[in-house]
């Protein structure tokens, strides 16, 4: 039995492998042709599903004039609609022209162009940053304070009902938050600070009023692990409130606080519906914060039901630079705050 239970544990645990393993596969399959049409220069790109005439290269030219002249062997007509026989290697015209007119050379010729719908993800991906980054720093010290405040310093017969409220506003559904946002809180913070009632500013407070709940539930757990004695011998020494949770309290619970703060940006460098009714959605950057933008997940939201082809390719590829910029944020901040500990 205890074997079989050590094996399962194994099982789950590689299952997290396979999981991440079969995404990154899935999303590079999928984004393969947009990241042959357009390569690295997709993510410095601003223009999104821009018509460009640009001049065919060599290869390109070789290639559609063999084409072109497959399809007149294979139809036996010209591209003037002049048909033709082989008779002993020779071609047999119905009129004295050559078999290649002028014309045919034209279309089929040197110096051709076509057109290229360019798409960039540039806009999208400082939209998600920055709208990430305001909620960080406007959420943080918020759920900081009310992480302390439940653990530290509220009475019991208050701390249970705040508890209760922060996980109510937890299970509240994005989409909610989303249209409260658009309705309510946009007004609010355009008549405030002026500029537009969705903005990069409103939906990186939206977001950071999402992730509190988060963030205040897992560093209130992480607080919570500190030590009585620690504390007490702290009040002992003469210490105040204050230098017991500056002095003692944080750097014990350092490594918990910096996890929620990582899960916390991870969940909101990612969220869509929310974002989706608050941010814009115009592909431009934001001049002021008080500007409407866009960011990642709801270029992704907005633009698969109509999307094919390359543009389908195209928005796999837009998802997997998320995915490889969350994974790099966050690795790197846990792999900083790890080696620091």
């Known amino acids: 039995m205890e074997l079989i239970f050590r094996k399962i544990a194994q099982l789950s645990a590689s299952l997290v492998f396979v999981i991440l ?6 999303l590079y399959i999928s984004a393969k042709p947009a990241i042959e049409e357009f390569g690295a220069q997709f993510i410095f790109e601003e223009r999104w599903g821009v018509e460009e005439t640009i001049e065919l290269s060599p290869s390109e030219q070789a290639a559609q004039d063999a084409l072109k002249l497959e399809s007149i062997e294979s139809t036996g007509e010209s591209s003037d609609g002049e048909s033709f026989v082989e008779d002993d290697d020779d071609f047999i015209m119905d009129d004295e022209d050559d078999f290649i007119t002028d014309d045919d050379d034209e279309e089929m010729g040197s110096g051709s162009q076509r ?53 109510l506003l937890a299970s509240i559904p994005s989409i909610i938050y989303g249209m409260w946002g658009l309705f309510y809180f946009g007004p609010f913070i355009a008549d405030l600070f002026g500029g537009n009632t969705v903005s990069l500013l409103v939906a990186g407070l939206v977001l950071g009023i999402m992730v509190i709940p988060f963030m205040a539930a897992l560093s209130r757990d992480a607080i919570s692990t500190v030590p009585d004695m620690l504390k007490e011998s702290a009040y002992a020494m003469g210490a105040t409130k204050l230098e017991v949770i500056k002095d003692v ?10 996890g ?7 969940r909101a460098l990612g969220e869509t519906m929310a974002v989706a009714f608050v941010i814009g959605g115009v592909y431009q950057f934001a001049g ?3 500007d409407p933008t866009n960011s990642i997940p709801v270029v992704l939201a907005n633009s698969f039901a109509e999307s094919s082809g390359l543009s389908l390719s195209v928005l796999f590829y837009l998802a997997l630079v998320l995915f490889v910029l969350s994974f790099v944020v966050i690795g790197v901040a846990k792999f900083y705050f790890l080696r620091k500990k």
């Open 260 to 266: 929620s703060i990582i899960l916390s940006f991870g």
């Open 21 to 26: 393993a079969a995404t990154t596969i899935v």
């Open 288 to 290: 002021k914060v008080t």
């Open 115 to 167: 057109t290229k719908v360019i798409y960039g993800a540039l806009v999208p991906i400082v939209g998600t940053i920055f709208s990430t980054l305001i909620a960080m720093l406007f959420a943080i010290p918020i759920a900081m304070g009310i992480a302390v405040f439940l653990s530290e310093i509220a009475p019991g017969a208050l701390a249970k009902p705040v508890g209760v409220a922060i996980e």
């Open 249 to 258: 309290v944080f750097p014990y619970a350092k490594s918990g606080i910096i």
